[in-house]
């Protein structure tokens, strides 16, 4: 690939073209020379004197003669300079075919140029780049579609099978009450599945607005709506709020505030705390004292639908999609977010965001 560079080619062009320049001014002469004999003399000559030598004359005067010559020497090297071209992006044209031929059934294809230093070594190596993170998000997505459809056949199953255990049997008014709450229950996981999945979807799309929100009142108000569920939980909540401005959509900065306080009440021990600030960098500080999360596996509890130990259906009433949701959000607004455990005591969450002033 590196041979058939088209920088090396439109060098040898240039290079011809520095050999042929002293050459150009005499096959204009020749050009000229032919054309004043071969090309017919537009006068007659006239009864009792000798026009046409005057015509011919007139004929090759500068003003005629050379601007054609000139006209036909351009033409020429403007075919030649297409030519030239055409020719110098050959190799450029040679790789359609094998781009074309890449699709979804063959996401591996590769264009392997090695480590040549030629420009189309590094089109070929920025080409397989791009493929090799086309195949990543492809391989996600089939992954997430694979898990969304077993976490949501699992209680669709459960439902089917308590409604045709309700349908064989007569059931006392006790036995349909409690038909009818684990149906509900069934039904809510759902819901709350589906919810997060379109939001999951929407902060993938990125932002539609932007506006300054500030995120120490949207923590307040997160805070606040939690703290009866921390009390029945035993969990204690501690908050340090500054002021701190985030540019982006403030539906999605609830959400990404609301889905850690829950995943740090609902992963909390009787008796724990869960710490909650906000700041200059980072904005957003999230801790709790909860179940011991070994440190190789943090990174993973971003995925969707991934629990801890690697379950991946529980009865907590949680859809696993809690953090990543809220790192879908914090892409969105172009921030970072990052886990943090010692292997024991809980987990420390922080969100990092761009910064903005404060209006």
């Not at 071209?85 to 031929?101: C, G, K, N, T």
């Not at 699709?103 to 590094?122: D, K, S, T």
Request: proline residues 6%; charged residues 20%; hydrophobic residues 45%.
């Amino acid at each position: 690939m590196t041979n058939r560079s088209p920088a090396r080619r439109m060098l040898l062009v240039c290079a011809v073209l520095l050999v042929a320049a002293p050459f150009v001014p005499r096959v204009a002469d020749e050009l000229l020379n032919l054309w004043s004999d071969f090309v017919p003399s537009p006068c007659s000559p006239v009864p009792g004197g000798d026009s046409s030598y005057f015509c011919i004359q007139l004929f090759r005067h500068p003003s005629v003669v050379p601007l054609a010559a000139r006209v036909l020497v351009l033409g020429l090297l403007l075919v030649a300079c297409l030519a030239a071209i055409r020719w110098s992006l050959q190799p450029v044209r040679d790789l359609i075919p094998m781009i074309a031929d890449v699709g979804p059934q063959n996401l591996g294809h590769r264009l392997r140029p090695g480590q040549g230093r030629g420009e189309l070594a590094a089109l070929g190596r920025g080409i397989d780049d791009m493929m090799d993170r086309i195949a990543v998000g492809y391989d996600a997505q089939r992954r997430f579609a694979a898990d969304a459809s077993h976490e949501l056949r699992t209680p669709l199953a459960v439902q089917r099978t308590l409604i045709e255990v309700g349908m064989a049997r007569d059931l006392n008014p006790d036995q349909i009450a409690l038909l009818a709450a684990q149906l509900l229950e069934t039904n809510q996981r759902n819901e709350r599945l589906i919810e997060g999945l379109l939001v999951l979807a929407e902060s993938d799309r990125g932002l539609v607005s932007h506006a300054p929100v500030r995120l120490d009142e949207v923590t307040r108000a997160a805070v606040d709506a939690h703290e009866s569920r921390a009390a029945e939980a035993g969990v204690t909540m501690t908050c340090e709020l500054l002021p701190r401005v985030v540019t982006g959509e403030r539906v999605l900065l609830e959400r990404l505030v609301t889905n850690l306080v829950q995943n740090a009440i609902k992963y909390n021990r009787p008796g724990g705390t869960i710490d909650v600030r906000v700041g200059a960098n980072p904005a957003l500080v999230v801790v709790n004292t909860g179940d011991d999360v070994p440190p190789e596996e943090v990174t993973g509890l971003f995925e969707p639908f991934h629990r801890l130990a690697g379950t991946r259906i529980d009865h907590s009433g949680g859809a696993g999609l809690g953090l990543s949701i809220a790192r879908s959000i914090v892409r969105a607004h172009e921030g970072t977010i990052a886990a943090h455990s010692t292997g024991h005591d809980g987990l420390r969450v922080q969100v990092s965001f761009p910064d903005a002033s404060l209006t």
